[in-house]
């Protein structure tokens, strides 16, 4: 199984840059399909963004296409997520989640597909 840590979470201004970061350990990291998802106060947690264990795939949820950037260094076990053109409706706690797959050319973008999750850094965006 792998251990996944997020980081880099803070407080921006709208229309500012923030990039997460979520570290693995305990497996191989290249394994594993990647997504990072949100979860704002009173509503259901959301897919905004994922790869494929090899880099080769990516998806974007729709409101964050052209600003979310996902990435990972499989040398360092690292994913981030660059957040660009930040908007006060992008705050949350974002959350990244792994999952062992065999297939190379997708990623999924729904919580349920995903077996392993971190504990979550506070994005908050002022307006």
């Known amino acids: 199984q792998v251990q996944l840590v997020e980081s880099g979470g803070g407080l921006v201004q709208s229309g500012g840059s923030l990039r997460v970061s979520c570290v693995a350990s305990?497996?191989?990291?290249?394994?594993?399909?990647i997504g990072w998802f949100r979860q704002a106060p009173g509503k259901e947690r959301e897919g905004v963004a994922c790869i494929s264990r090899n880099d080769a795939i990516t998806y974007y949820e729709d409101s964050v296409e052209g600003r979310f950037t996902i990435s990972r260094d499989n040398a360092k076990n690292t994913v981030y997520l660059q957040m660009n053109s930040l908007k006060p409706e992008d705050t949350g706690v974002y959350y990244c989640?792994?999952?062992?797959?065999?297939?190379?050319?997708?990623?999924?973008?729904?919580?349920?597909?995903?077996?392993?999750w971190g504990q979550g850094t506070q994005v908050t965006v002022s307006s």
């Open positions: 989640a792994g999952v062992y797959s065999s297939v190379y050319q997708m990623c999924g973008m729904t919580p349920a597909e995903y077996e392993y």
């Open positions: 305990g497996s191989t990291f290249n394994w594993y399909n």
